[in-house]
């Protein structure tokens, strides 16, 4: 089970803090991706984190102003989002994969297996 949490509204230029928890059956989870979704649009990736190795996969969008990363006790994955634009606003969705995902896959939506419960980033002045 996926748990996100953190979203809300900021200014432009401001930052938020996203968390994904996970909680059940962790040890069978490989990869960890965060997706935004906008109305009438498909989910869009934002970023992949590979739980046993670290690697990490950014959208050139996000590249630069983003950041993964995981607390191991916790079982929690966090994205970090700096210098937040108008474009940045969406509904943010986590994902979990049991697969060992790679460039070409962890963008894709439909290859991860678990999804949490959006949250909802507003970046407006």
């Known amino acids: 089970q996926l748990q996100a949490s953190g979203g809300g509204w900021v200014h432009p230029g401001g930052s938020l803090r996203l968390s994904c928890a996970a909680s059940g059956r962790t040890n069978s989870v490989y990869t960890i991706g965060w997706f935004r979704q906008t109305p009438g649009n498909a989910r869009e990736f934002v970023t992949g984190?590979?739980?046993?190795?670290?690697?990490?996969y950014y959208a050139g969008s996000v590249r630069g102003r983003f950041t993964i990363s995981r607390d191991n006790a916790e079982n929690t994955v966090a994205l970090q989002m700096n210098s937040l634009k108008p474009e940045d606003t969406a509904v943010y969705y986590c994902a979990a994969s049991r697969s060992r995902m790679i460039q070409s896959t962890v963008v894709q939506p439909a290859l991860y297996d678990f999804w949490g419960q959006g949250t909802l980033v507003t970046v407006s002045s």
């Open positions: 984190f590979r739980w046993r190795d670290s690697a990490k």
